[in-house]
């Protein structure tokens, strides 16, 4: 399969190494779509559907899918954090570096900075742009559109991705240096989508990311012929004050007893906290709210004040410490 | 005077364990101003919890020769990322948060969080709160004060007593709005942000210098007696800004090899050091100064990556 380079660097002990995309589609025309992955080395699940994503796609050009074809050019970056990839870290191994927080980057600057502006410089041209990031590693997130300061466009299309949520933020001082802010002064149209945990492989989540971008991917002409099954949930936008955030009243063994993705009820079981030397429940956690379960808490160590999980509420039911994650960068 | 060291912030953590913030505070017997001293933001960096070492034992030798002459109230603030600092991590460990884009923080927030918000609370006042920082374990840093020129107005004055040897003046970095000294200035209350020596090191030529610039501020804003003699400022400090900074990154990765020294006077063209490979005898690359002028960061661990920051030059002011 033939790979592009992005950048190839060197390094000080190991041989050279590039960080790879594929250029699928039809050349004579710009690209229409761009999609991120790994800009995070943890990042694993938009890793993985990118890569299988892109191998659809050139199968499609190829014509090896009759009855499918592949109308438009598209540029896809399994993995810009390709050395954290390798060796499990989040950040850029050698300096711990954030590459999210080094947007738009610079050319001649850091190796950070450098790497942020070739994804930049080769994703600019992309009307649709999409970056694809899982949570951390304390929390699962179900799949979601994200949307940052969104423009009415981007709001109408975020729809097409046939996911359940679509959550809207404003933008804050934090996000200011991500690729999804950089991308905001090039016009066209924008979307992060979230998807699991950090350092996990979750295959469901997998299934579902990939059928929402070849759901997009039908729905804004770039591929035709697909037949899409027609059992999408119901879709809901879901703004700033209809997020509950569940903090911990507690420290403790945090045992989650629900599912992202699922509904509950006000008052319906949440988890348990226990005493990690007793072995005594110290809290049973219920969630105050109704709603759609956006994120829970997959790492079992809680302290006191952390995120268990997330609601969405379809009435503005939200509280204020959604807003205070947001502005912090949760 | 009066001392006590006091726990500001108790979390519980998962298993047994508390997280403490703690201060320690020195008040004199005049109506003085408040005035504090922060470090430890991040836990791999040293050079401020020395300071505060040193400024506690100053302080209490100062009242067994001069009793009376502390008019104010000082505050240390040595390990502000405590679990950082004792496991050796330069951000806050379990949530991967840099301590020093958490604030102004939230009192029921997560744990990063809440201590940005009980710092902020407990400096709620000061008269002058210095943030104490050691660059990082990469670069060393000749003692700096950095200042964001949007309060350049009401900080340079101070800064420019602080007996450091570079007043940085850089521009508004939106991310840099999440920092204490951002939180605190955009609340009225005057925060320098001091850079100097390197990660996980200390440098107690550095804290000294400092040291009697603090005390000299302090002495001048009422926290000491005004008759108090104290060791002379010798340090007038360059001014450096986005014009007269020029960085050198490294050309390609390897083993970068220095061959000048730190804070010494360098000539347009004049060879710094050079990038050379374990592998072979060969050098790489050769690091060469862009301009007359001082080379006043210096980077102190050797391996690089292209793009790697080694060194910054502040340029020589050319004569009229």
Redesign the interface.
């Known amino acids: 399969m033939e790979a592009k380079t992005l950048l190839r660097?060197?390094?000080?002990?190991r041989e050279d190494f590039d960080i790879s995309y594929h250029d699928i589609g039809p050349q004579d025309r710009p690209p229409r779509v761009a999609l991120v992955g790994g800009v995070h080395g943890e990042a694993l699940n938009g890793v993985f559907v990118l890569s299988r994503l892109a191998g659809f796609l050139r199968d499609l050009a190829a014509g090896r899918r009759p009855g499918l074809e592949l109308a438009e050019r598209v540029l896809v970056i399994p993995a810009v954090n390709v050395l954290g990839l390798n060796v499990h870290s989040?950040a850029w191994p050698?300096?711990?570096i954030e590459i999210n927080?080094m947007f738009p980057g610079y050319e001649?600057?850091?190796?950070?900075?450098?790497v942020a502006a070739a994804v930049l410089k080769l994703t600019r041209s992309a009307y649709y742009r999409i970056d694809i990031h899982n949570s951390?590693?304390d929390l699962e997130e179900m799949p979601q559109v994200r949307l940052y300061a969104p423009n009415d466009d981007e709001r109408a299309s975020a729809c097409l991705f046939g996911l359940p949520a679509v959550v809207e933020r404003p933008m804050n001082?934090?996000f200011?240096?991500s690729l999804a802010h950089a991308w905001r002064a090039c016009g066209g149209e924008n979307f992060v989508l979230q998807a699991g945990r950090a350092g996990e492989l979750q295959p469901r989540h997998c299934e579902e990311l990939f059928r929402a971008l070849v759901a997009f991917f039908d729905r804004t002409g770039v591929v035709s012929g697909v037949q899409l099954a027609d059992d999408e949930e119901d879709l809901h936008y879901y703004g700033l004050r209809q997020s509950f955030a569940l903090?911990s009243d507690?420290?403790?063994?945090f045992v989650c007893r629900l599912e992202v993705g699922r509904w509950i009820h006000a008052g319906d079981l949440v988890g348990h906290i226990y005493d990690?030397?007793s072995g005594e429940i110290r809290a049973e956690v219920r969630s105050p709210v109704s709603g759609l379960v956006g994120s829970v808490r997959r790492h079992p160590?809680?302290?006191?004040?952390?995120?268990l999980a997330r609601i969405f509420t379809l009435d503005e039911s939200g509280n204020d410490?959604e807003a205070?994650?947001h502005?912090?960068?949760? | 005077m009066e001392k006590r060291v006091e726990t500001l912030l108790s979390l519980e953590l998962p298993y047994r364990e508390r997280m403490r913030l703690v201060r320690s505070l020195y008040r004199g017997s005049g109506e003085g101003p408040r005035v504090a001293v922060v470090s430890g933001i991040h836990g791999d960096e040293l050079e401020g919890l020395y300071l505060c070492h040193r400024i506690a034992a100053w302080l209490e030798a100062l009242e067994r020769s001069h009793p009376g002459a502390l008019r104010g109230q000082v505050e240390l603030y040595p390990g502000m990322n405590p679990l950082g600092l004792d496991t050796l991590n330069r951000l806050v460990p379990s949530y991967g948060i840099d301590l020093n884009r958490a604030f102004p923080g939230h009192p029921q927030g997560l744990l990063p969080q809440r201590i940005a918000a009980t710092a902020m609370a407990a400096l709620e006042g000061a008269a002058l709160v210095v943030d104490v920082h050691a660059s990082n374990i990469y670069i060393r840093e000749i003692p700096q004060v950095r200042v964001n020129h949007v309060f350049a107005e009401r900080l340079l004055p101070l800064a420019e007593r602080m007996n450091v040897d570079v007043i940085w003046l850089h521009g508004a970095v939106t991310v840099l709005e999440a920092t204490i000294a951002h939180s605190l200035n955009a609340r009225g209350i005057p925060a320098l942000v001091v850079e100097m020596g390197v990660g996980m090191r200390l440098t107690p030529a550095y804290t000294e210098q400092l040291l009697v610039g603090l005390v000299n501020v302090w002495r001048e804003l009422g926290v000491l007696a005004p008759e108090l003699e104290l060791p002379p400022v010798t340090h007038a400090p360059l001014l450096a800004h986005e014009d007269n900074v020029h960085y050198l990154n490294a050309a390609t990765s390897g083993v970068f090899v220095p061959e000048v020294a730190h804070w010494e006077a360098v000539c347009e063209g004049e060879r710094l050091g050079c990038i050379v490979t374990p592998f072979e005898g060969q050098t790489l690359a050769e690091v060469c100064s862009p301009v007359d002028g001082i080379l006043f960061t210096l980077r102190e661990y050797p391996l690089v990556y292209e793009g790697s920051l080694m060194a910054r030059v502040v340029a020589k002011a050319r004569e009229a």
């Open positions: 660097m060197s390094a000080p002990l989040r050698f300096d711990k927080r001649a600057g850091e190796t950070t900075q450098r951390n590693a001082t934090i200011t240096t903090l507690h420290a403790g063994f990690g030397f160590l809680a302290c006191e004040g952390d995120l410490v205070m994650l502005d912090q960068g949760q």
